[in-house]
């Protein structure tokens, strides 16, 4: 069934996706570390019938957020719901609330989308507060909606970046249940595009 233009946009002004990321823009030739294939696959959706959460690690610049950005956007173009955030505004977004209810109202918006892409883990120290509001998050998507996560932080920091090593334990055991991790190493894309216009005759670095 052809999907109504205005519930399509109204869902695309929803997902707060950057600017339209798509398979065929990523480089691959360039980041020979990533598994063309495995993305091709899952471009096909599959890991929404699963609930299946997809992590992408790697250092900063290598793509991980177009990655995770063009599978949203072909969730959207599917027909289901996306949500992009990154983890500092959604600490800030569920740090705290006038009444419980309030809160719970606040956390649903997160839950019910088919798709929660939370991008830029590792940059963001939590509160013991946002920590244990992530962790409640994740534990009510857990086998029923997929995150599409993003980081550039090892497992083995996520106690530190929670405050609380039994806490990420517990988050880490439901968010890698089902889980496909794709790990991204390589240069990063800016400083390729940096270096090209370092030697483009009559470049002007800005």
């Known amino acids: ?62 793509g991980k957020t177009h990655l995770a950005s063009a599978l949203a956007a072909q969730t959207l173009d599917a027909g289901h719901s996306v949500l992009l955030t990154t983890l500092g505004g959604l ?7 006038p009444s419980p209810t309030a809160w719970r109202h606040r956390l649903r918006r997160y839950v019910l989308t088919r798709v929660l892409v939370i991008d830029e883990v590792g940059y963001t120290r939590l ?21 599409l996560l993003t980081s550039n932080t090892s497992f083995a920091e996520w106690g530190a970046l929670l405050g609380n090593e039994v806490l990420a334990s517990a988050l880490l055991d439901r968010l890698l249940h089902h889980a496909e991790g794709i790990t991204i190493s390589g240069a990063s894309y800016r400083m390729k595009d940096r270096a090209a216009l370092r030697t483009t005759p009559g470049a002007v670095a800005s």
């Open 127 to 147: 509160t013991a507060e946002q920590a244990h509001a992530l962790f409640e998050l994740v534990t009510a998507r857990y086998e029923k909606g997929a995150i």
């Open 1 to 62: 069934m052809p999907v109504a233009p205005r519930a399509y946009a109204r869902r695309v002004r929803a997902a707060r996706l950057p600017a339209h990321k798509t398979l065929e823009g990523f480089d691959f030739a360039f980041q020979p570390s990533m598994p063309e294939r495995l993305l091709r696959e899952l471009a096909g959706l599959s890991f929404l019938e699963t609930a299946t959460n997809l992590i992408f690690l790697g250092p900063p610049g290598v």
């Open 91 to 97: 600490a800030e977004a569920l740090d705290g609330s």
